[in-house]
């Protein structure tokens, strides 16, 4: 009953979704208010009909209806009630649905904050949505139904794969969709503004806020399934340049260049055809992303060839999204004017870097994960590029990128001057120097490159704590005048230095952990212990643990302190699923400050001991609370009030360029 | 500053980091790419030894010994030829006799092949693909084809 009531909805939506790609463009062509207001109507109805549907699939699971063929593969009446919901997108089908789910979600939002977007404009942005819902929809209809009925339906499902049953990987898709389908609003945008054949800043304000609220919920999802790897697979490392972690990471960098570009455009007027191209470019690495994932293809070239029917799909869907965007670019954007001249040392001038960078590095990305798969399609040689590829290629690119990020924010629009701005910047210079010299005097087995890395990271978190410092004139201003000075300042700025400062967390992160990570590889018995970084480590011996749908070997770990007091216990674990006979392991985690001691075990040995992979961790929790650091910037800048949804139309305050305490 | 020299200043440092970045883009092909091999094609063409390279094929049944501590010698056979693999560490959850597995490391001068990582299938459904196209050119894919989600 619920799957029929799913599958219906489903069509129906298809239905709404076409009027929806059509009659407001009609309407928009013809000046026709009526056809025009239809769009927010049928937006909000698609949201409502794919909620329904999806709230159907969700029943299914939470009743574990093995009649339906989705939940018979995916599901098991054993599994604990959360999984059973988080199940519905922990598969093929049912990730489409929650994607289209999320597509509706933003033609909804679209509807309620776009009500003082000129009628054309929202009219033609809808209808773009409209057309993305249309080719998905189709796709999950023919290719991916997650209503299907099996007859006679069995008794028990296949469950869930295992790894996928943890919480991290619940919370992981919705995040990256956020992101990944957010990032279509751009480019209902910048279409819109195509076949209007007209841009100005004012589009600028309307699309920054959901190009920020995309880019931080694709923060958050990367940073989430970035998590999710290192603590589910036991192999302790945070980032594969695995293609299917690359499919986010090129939306991402693509993301951040348009969240740039976007300022530039709306403060200035400038670089009016590079932000849309950028807008348009961003959701087809969505798509590709979307592709790549979902088509088979990196399972297989080969199982991609014998099971066409969803990857030529989407191809087909990519080929018309990606080619018709670009064509209309091509044919509309010399009508749009170019806007405001600068200096090549100005704001502009630095995010115009900032922009080459991140494209630049987007398209090393971009090589490294299609090279593999192109050699093999045309027959050749199977291979595989992996970390010391983009170590090679992304690395360096991105190395001048960050030591220019503290300028940004402090040179001022149309001409700067780079030396005021330096000698702005020589506290925290200092304060980076200082930071190599202690790391690689004082820190045994520092390496000049582990130096510089650290030095780096503190140049980014410094500079972002400079911009603030400045903005606020502590220095020029009694301290209690600066203070409210600080509070005062627009939360964007808030944004930017905490965006900045996260990334910098996120760099001495990764720097941290690769080059001063220590790991033992050990095969120890009970009452046996093992030194690391310091720490001596007890082990208890397993004991079994019955868990609702697994049962676990769990070895503990006494920890104590080179001084001899213990401090605490790790507990890790082999793990055993029944119903699809498959073994896991559960890292033993126990963090101490922002670094962390991970243990992972491995096969029993004919001695009675056990094989353990112990590794030291320094400062890997920073890795992904800079990501949040990020988020939170992110945040603070969508409720910065000149760039609230819409509110500028209102206040014709906002719409004076604002004066810039720095400059 | 005129719109068209500023226009020249853009491309102009466009062309040098696209310039910069190609580089580095076809120097590290040259350098990182490993080739996926198979025991026959290793055995058909030796390569030189300490190249790195990714091994894929089956676990033989019975080849896989412990010397009671941390190291692991198995041998992978795609059933024409094999090729003795060691390894240090732990390895993968469903790392098992007579399953595919892909061992990225290199061959020593003595032939056998040392592993630095060892990778088996995912799931109970899915092998590592290079090892499944592998086996299925020599005609001893047993698996069923649901290989994809």
Redesign the interface.
Known sequence: MFAELGHFSLILALVISLALATLPHVGARRGDARLMALAPAAAWVAFALIGLAFACLVASYLRSDFSVANVYENSHSAKPLIYKITGTWG??EGSMLLWVLILTLFGALVSIFGANLPATLRANVLAVQGWVGTAFFLFILITSNPFTRLNPAPIEGQDL?P?LQDIGLAVHPPLLYLGYVGFSVCFSFAVAALIDGRIDAAWARWVRPWTLAAWLFLTGGIAMGSYWAYYEL?WGGFWFWDPVENASFMPWLAGTALLHSAIVMEKRAALKIWTLLLAILTFSLSLLGTFLVRS?V??????FA??PGRGIFILCILVFFIGGSLALFAFRASRLT?GG????VSREGAL??NN??LT??T??VF??TL?PLMVEAVGG??????E??FN??FG??MIPLLCMVPFGPLLAWKRGDIIAVSQRLMAAFGGALAVVLVVYLFKDGASVLAALGCGLAAWLILGALTDLWLKSGFGNLPPSQALRRLVGLPKSMFGTAAAHLGLGLTLLGIVGTISFQQER???IKPGETVEIAGYTLLFEGLRPFKGPNFDEEQGTFRIRSSGGSEIGSVVSA?RFYPA??????EAGIRTMGFSQLYV????Q???GGI???IWWKPLVTLIWLGGLVMMAGGAISLFDRRLRVGAPARRKSALRPQSDPAS | ???KQ?RL??IG??GV??A??AG??L???N??????KTPTDLAEQPVAPGTRL?LGGLVKEGSVA?D???HVAFVITDTEHDTPVTY????P??FREGQGVVAEGAVGADGVFTADTVLAK???T?MP??V??AL?EKGVWQGE?K???
């Open positions: 598969n093929h794969n790894i036991g088979g990196l399972t297989s070239v080969h199982a014998t099971d170019a001249l600068f200096h090549p115009v870097l080459l960078f630049t590095a398209a090393t090589v490294g090279y040689d199977k291979i595989s590029v992996g010391p590829f090679l290629t360096p690119l590889i050990v095969e082999k699809r006979r498959m073994p896991t392991t992972s075990l491995g096969d040995t004919e001695t094989v353990a992979r | 500053m005129t719109r500023r200043t853009i440092a466009a980091v696209l910069i970045a580095l883009v120097y590290a092909f350098d990182t790419i490993v080739f996926f990714r412990r009671g501590g941390t240090d560490g732990i390895l959850d469903l995912h799931d109970e899915y693909r290079e499944a196209d299925k084809e290989a994809t989600q």
